[in-house]
C-alpha cells in the first residue's frame, strides 16, 4: 500500500474555510506560492500605556515675576501645551493650606494609621495550610502573648522609621493581626501574627521593594517579637559603611585620571536627558541619579557642584536646554501628578510618584547642604538671584509639609533639612519661616515622629537647634 503524496507547500493548511476546500495536487517546487501564503499567521495585543496616560509630569514651568494667588488644582499637563509655573510673590501671600493639590493619596486611608498595634491573643487565628512556609522570615515565640509582641514590635517599626497600617481595613487579608509595613527605601512588606502550638509565629512577607533593606528590617522586627534589644544603631544602618568617606577621598580616586569640567558637566547632562523623557522608568532612573550626583559622599565634588547648581540656579549653565531647577521644583511643589490610587496597590508602581517627589526633596536638600558647606557664600551667591521666590513661594511649601508629617513623613524629613540650611543662609528666610509658624509647625511634625517616624523626630531636632544657633 503506497503512502499518500506529500505536500510542498505546508501554509495550505493555514488557508481559510472560505476557500475552496476541494483537495489540489502538490504543486511544483518555485510554483504557485503567493507572499500571503509564506507569512506566519500571528495574533498581536497592544497594552495602552496606562501609567503614562495617566501621570505627567509638569514639564519645565517658567519663573515669572507675577502674583499668582491661590494656587488652583492642577490638571496633568502634556508636554508642549500650558505649563504649570514656578511664580515669585510680591505682594500677596501665597495661600497653600487651602487651593494647593493635595498629596494625599487616595487608596488608603490615613486615619486608619495607628501609633501602636494591639491584638487579642483569644482571636489570633491559626495560619491556613496553603500559604507557602516562610521559613528565613518566620519566628516562632515560645510562651508568647500576641498583644506584648505586637506592642514591641510598633516600637521597633517606629525607631526604624518604617510606616505601619495596623487594622482590618488597610491590610492585605484582613484581621488586626496584620500589619502592612513601608519603610524609608520604599520596601513594602506585611508582618502577620498567627496562633502556633505554644506560642506565636511571626512572620514578615516582602511584597516589593529592596530585598537588602527588607532583610534588616526583617530581623529587626523578628528580634523585637522576641524580645531582643537592637544590637545596631538606625543611623548607622542609613549610611552604608563604604560612604561613610567620600569617594573623592578614598585612596583608589588617587590612581584615576583628573575628569575634565566637560566630562563632570557630561554626567549631569545624561541625567537631565532622562529626566525629559517621556518614559516613566526614565524619569525614576534620572531622579535617582540626581540625587546620587548631588550627594558628595557618592559622586566626585566637582560632578556634585554642578548638579546641585543646576538644582538651585535656574539660569546655571546647561539649564538652557533642559531646567533642571524647574522640574526638581515643580515635583517638591505639586508632586508628580496623579494623586489618586493608580491601580497596582501592594506593587513597586503604586508609590511611584510618592517615591519621585521624596526623591526631588532629596536632590533639594543634598544641593543646598553641599552649596552651605562652600567657602565664600556659595549657596547665598546661587539664591540671591531668586530670593525672593524661594522666600514667597518654596518656604511656605516647606513648612506646610511640616504641618502635614502624618500624611508624608519621609519627606518631611527632607523638608527639615532644607528648612535648617535656608534659614541659616539668610535672615529673609529665616523671618519668613517665623511668618509661616515654623515653631507650631515644627512642633506637630516632632510629635508625630516620636509616635511613629523616629528620623523624622531626629531631623526636626536638628533643625530647631540650628536656626537657634543661627539667630
Same mark, same amino acid.
Given at each position: 500500500m503506497s503512502s499518500p503524496p506529500v505536500k510542498k507547500n505546508i501554509n495550505e493548511l493555514s488557508r481559510s474555510k472560505t476557500e475552496d476546500s476541494a483537495p489540489r495536487p502538490p504543486l511544483p517546487l518555485g510554483e504557485g506560492r503567493g507572499v500571503a501564503e509564506q507569512q506566519p499567521m500571528m495574533r498581536s495585543v497592544a497594552v495602552a500605556p496606562h501609567l503614562i496616560n495617566r501621570r505627567r509630569l509638569h514639564f519645565e514651568p517658567t519663573l515669572k515675576r507675577a502674583d499668582p494667588g491661590p494656587l488652583p488644582p492642577l490638571s496633568p499637563p502634556t508636554r508642549g501645551v500650558s505649563e504649570p509655573e514656578l511664580v515669585k510673590s510680591l505682594d500677596a501671600k501665597l495661600e497653600i493650606n487651602d487651593n494647593r493639590p493635595s498629596l494625599r493619596r487616595g487608596a488608603a486611608s490615613e486615619s486608619s494609621l495607628a501609633r501602636?498595634?494591639?491584638?487579642?491573643?483569644?482571636?489570633?487565628?491559626?495560619?491556613?495550610?496553603?500559604?507557602?512556609? $516562610?521559613?528565613? @522570615?518566620?519566628?516562632?515565640?515560645?510562651?508568647?502573648? /500576641? &498583644?506584648?509582641?505586637?506592642?514591641?514590635?510598633?516600637?521597633?517599626?517606629?525607631?526604624?522609621?518604617?510606616?505601619?497600617?495596623?487594622?482590618p481595613k488597610d491590610c492585605l487579608d484582613g484581621g488586626s493581626h496584620v500589619a502592612k509595613c513601608r519603610n524609608v527605601h520604599h520596601c513594602r512588606f506585611v508582618v502577620r501574627l498567627y496562633r502556633a502550638a505554644g506560642g506565636v509565629l511571626v512572620e514578615v512577607q516582602r511584597l516589593c521593594g529592596d530585598g537588602v533593606s527588607f532583610m534588616r528590617d526583617c530581623r529587626a522586627i523578628l528580634d523585637a517579637a522576641e524580645g531582643i534589644t537592637a544590637q545596631s544603631s538606625v543611623a548607622l544602618e542609613e549610611?552604608? $559603611?563604604?560612604? @561613610?568617606?567620600?569617594?573623592?577621598?578614598?585612596?583608589? /580616586? &588617587?590612581?584615576?585620571?583628573?575628569?575634565?569640567?566637560e566630562e563632570h558637566a557630561a554626567c549631569v547632562r545624561t541625567t537631565a536627558r532622562l529626566l525629559a523623557s517621556p518614559q516613566v522608568d526614565s524619569n525614576m532612573l534620572g531622579m535617582e541619579s540626581l540625587a546620587c550626583q548631588t550627594d558628595i559622599t557618592r559622586t566626585t565634588k566637582s560632578t556634585a557642584l554642578i548638579a546641585s547648581r543646576r538644582v538651585l540656579c535656574p539660569d546655571a549653565e546647561g539649564n538652557s536646554d533642559f531646567n533642571i531647577h524647574n522640574h526638581v521644583m515643580s515635583l517638591c511643589l505639586y508632586g508628580a501628578g496623579c494623586s489618586h490610587s493608580s491601580g497596582f496597590e501592594d506593587t513597586a508602581l503604586d508609590d511611584y510618584t510618592d517615591r519621585l517627589r521624596n526623591l526631588a526633596m532629596l536632590a533639594l536638600s543634598n544641593s543646598l547642604a553641599l552649596l552651605a558647606s562652600e567657602r565664600g557664600s556659595a549657596l547665598l551667591s546661587c539664591l540671591s538671584p531668586?530670593?525672593?521666590?524661594?522666600?514667597?513661594?518654596?518656604?511656605?511649601?516647606?513648612?506646610?509639609?511640616?504641618?502635614?508629617?502624618e500624611e508624608h513623613p519621609h519627606d518631611s524629613c527632607y523638608s527639615a533639612r532644607s528648612l535648617a540650611t535656608l534659614g541659616e543662609c539668610h535672615a529673609d528666610l529665616s523671618r519668613k519661616m517665623e511668618e509661616a509658624d515654623l515653631r507650631h509647625a515644627a512642633s506637630s511634625a516632632e510629635e508625630t515622629g516620636r509616635k511613629e517616624f523616629a528620623l523624622l523626630a531626629r531631623e526636626v531636632g536638628n533643625m530647631q537647634m540650628n536656626l537657634t544657633r543661627a539667630r
Open positions: 501602636r498595634w494591639h491584638v487579642d491573643h483569644a482571636a489570633l487565628p491559626a495560619r491556613p495550610d496553603d500559604l507557602p512556609f $516562610l521559613g528565613r @522570615t518566620s519566628r516562632l515565640i515560645q510562651g508568647g502573648v /500576641a &498583644g506584648d509582641i505586637s506592642a514591641r514590635i510598633s516600637e521597633r517599626l517606629q525607631e526604624r522609621s518604617v510606616r505601619a497600617w495596623f487594622g549610611k552604608p $559603611l563604604f560612604l @561613610t568617606l567620600p569617594i573623592s577621598s578614598m585612596s583608589f /580616586a &588617587g590612581e584615576l585620571p583628573d575628569l575634565t569640567p531668586n530670593l525672593e521666590w524661594y522666600s514667597s513661594v518654596l518656604v511656605p511649601r516647606l513648612v506646610d509639609d511640616l504641618l502635614r508629617a
